[in-house]
């Protein structure tokens, strides 16, 4: 988040009872596997800290940030 959003959420009503957000970091890791002469496999991983920069969870409580997320996925390529 930027520096005037950070001012935004310190001066905001709601300051006393929401956390103030920050940074939002990733890392992703992937691989190309050739499983046959016309399909390819490509297993994908990813894990998010400070999901948009860790904004109040609503859902839950103000007090409480939305937690760090890990995303699987699996993509395919077929040539004919």
């Known amino acids: 988040a930027s520096s005037g959003e950070r ?3 310190r001066n905001s009503a709601l300051t006393a ?3 103030v957000q920050g940074n939002e970091n990733h890392l992703e890791l992937t691989y190309q596997a050739q ?3 016309w399909m390819v ?3 994908d991983f990813q894990y998010v800290w400070n999901p948009s920069g860790g904004v109040p969870d609503y859902g839950v409580s103000y007090n409480r940030r ?3 997320e890990a995303i699987f996925g699996l ?3 077929i040539t004919f």
């Open 7 to 9: 001012q935004f959420d």
């Open 17 to 19: 009872y929401t956390p």
């Open 35 to 37: 499983v046959t002469p």
């Open 41 to 43: 496999m490509q297993p």
């Open 66 to 68: 939305v937690g760090n």
């Open 75 to 77: 993509h395919s390529s």
